[in-house]
């Protein structure tokens, strides 16, 4: 008789003692036990059954070696992105006084020259009929919902500047993005950029540059930045920020009056409290830098507005392009982080399911010896 073509029928309740409570038949391969029901059956009118169990334990162990060699790619990139988003932080943190106080004296000149007779492309408010979106992704994958909420975001801008009878063009940066936009043929976009992995004023410039040739040719009357605010590590928000026009008034319209500013507009949605301008940001209130009301300039006022106006395009993108980076590797690293621990739970899984087979067939083999045995008597 073949010892691999051994079965063990298990009684429904056999005595420890009495070992003649065990007979054995053949038609079953090594690999099938016995259910584990079958031995403990409180109805003893039922016939036992066998419920087969197919081992693979060898694609058990080529299963635990691929996961441990994702756990390993998945604990580098956690440790790579921590290394890299500190210094993201850095940059994101020290470069926010600067931007954000060049936009507080920019309004209070802006607020100055009013009375002036002076003829400012930049901040020409004109009744809106086109808008430019400039998105901001990432490069990879890899970070979590971070493209995905960015890209969401826009749809929904976009959405809105449908209801409002406006058109709209997008300026895509980010590979992502690149992709995504390049896959709905449906969505006009004026340019694609690529992003890099360290932001420079160079790639703020280009973007700037392109983002100028728009607004003053009037072929758009009004430009958003779309980009995911750094936070914290944990946390992130996908913002818009109104980038052009510079306007004190804190509002543009379009041409039936009806304002087409984002509700949750990052900037610009000034306000005055005592007298004084003020930026509202959520239901923080920065005061501006006080200028006096008899201030003079001892150069021509269009000669500075062209030379900070420049200036405060680029820090405004370069700081999109910053804070955008930063909230990508804070994503990527809680992303990895969480792929690694889930790795090593699934590891611990299956490690237990390997070793539990793996008992099993040697107690099978165990059972088909005996059995064998026993037949040969």
């Known amino acids: 008789m073949s010892c691999s073509n051994l079965t063990m029928w298990v009684s429904s309740k056999p005595s420890l003692a009495d070992t003649s409570s065990l007979s054995f038949r053949s038609s079953v391969s090594p690999f099938q036990l016995p259910s584990p029901n079958s031995a403990i059956n409180n109805n003893p009118s039922r016939s036992p059954s066998v419920t ?30 921590a290394a890299k988003v500190r210094r993201a932080q850095e940059a994101v943190v020290n470069g926010r006084p600067f931007s954000e106080t060049l936009v507080e004296v920019l309004y209070n000149i802006n607020e100055q020259l009013q009375t002036e007779d002076i003829d400012v492309p930049l901040t020409k408010v004109r009744p809106v009929k086109k808008v430019a979106l400039v998105v901001i992704t990432g490069d990879r994958g890899l970070c979590g919902g971070f493209n995905n909420n960015i890209l969401k975001k826009a749809e929904r801008r976009i959405a809105e500047l449908k209801d409002l009878a406006l ?34 004023a160079k790639e703020a410039q280009t973007i700037a540059d392109d983002v100028f040739s728009l607004f003053v040719s009037e072929e758009v009357d009004k430009v958003e930045l779309l980009y995911t605010k750094f936070v914290s590590l944990v946390k992130s928000d996908p913002v818009i920020h109104t980038l052009l026009p510079l306007s004190p008034k804190g509002e543009i319209c379009d041409l039936n009056g009806n304002c087409v500013d984002a509700a949750e507009d990052e900037f610009f949605r000034l306000t005055t409290k005592e007298g004084k301008l ?19 300039f001892e150069q021509d006022p269009a000669q500075i507005l062209d030379a900070l106006l420049p200036l405060y395009l680029n820090s405004q993108v370069l700081r999109a392009l910053q804070e955008s980076l930063a909230s990508e590797l804070a994503a990527r690293m809680s992303a990895m982080s969480n792929a690694t621990d889930n790795a090593s739970e699934l590891k611990k899984s299956l490690s237990m399911k390997y070793n539990r087979q793996r008992q099993a067939k040697i107690t099978g083999e165990i059972l088909e010896i005996v059995a064998g045995a026993d037949a040969l008597v």
């Open 52 to 81: 087969p169990i197919h081992c693979g334990l060898r694609e058990l162990r080529d299963r635990i070696e691929s996961v441990k060699s994702t756990q390993k790619i998945t604990e580098a990139m956690k440790l790579v992105a």
């Open 278 to 296: 003020t930026v509202e940001r959520d239901v923080v209130r920065t005061k501006t830098v006080d200028f006096s009301p008899i201030l003079q």
């Open 167 to 200: 058109d709209y063009t997008i300026i895509s940066v980010g590979k992502k993005g690149n992709s995504y936009f390049l896959r709905r043929p449906n969505i006009p976009v004026d340019k694609f950029l690529q992003g890099g992995n360290l932001p420079t």
